[in-house]
């Protein structure tokens, strides 16, 4: 089995930052990606930004040139680095990892509010 912990969460004024981590353990062989999805109220899951093995990443419309993603494969982490936060970036975020199937962390809250 494998465990996502994410941390950073929190209540943030609209232009303000926060980073958030996640944590992978447990039975990791080999990782082919890691990244960071979101779900705001009443609206579906959507992906943020993710990050291949070989350290391409990807990032949504709606957050290029804000977030940046980030991994430290020695230590099965994942990053991301939200900076000019907006009222529209709230939602919970969760850190998934793709191995050997795809796993999923249980989520912090953002919340972007005056």
């Known amino acids: 089995q494998v465990q996502l912990v994410e941390s950073g969460g929190g209540l943030v004024q609209p232009g303000g930052s926060l980073n958030l981590s996640c944590a992978a353990s447990?039975?990791?062989?080999?990782?082919?990606?890691m990244g960071w999805h979101r779900q705001a109220p009443g609206k579906a899951r959507e992906l943020v930004a993710s990050?291949?093995?070989?350290?391409?990443?990807f990032y949504a419309d709606a957050v290029k040139g804000r977030f940046t993603i980030s991994r430290d494969n020695a230590k099965n982490m994942v990053y991301l680095q939200m900076n000019s936060l907006k009222p529209e970036d709230t939602a919970v975020y969760y850190c998934?990892?793709?191995?050997?199937?795809?796993?999923w962390g249980r989520g912090t809250q953002v919340t972007v509010s005056s």
């Open positions: 998934n990892l793709v191995s050997m199937g795809t796993f």
């Open positions: 447990g039975s990791i062989f080999s990782i082919n990606a």
């Open positions: 990050m291949s093995s070989g350290g391409i990443p």
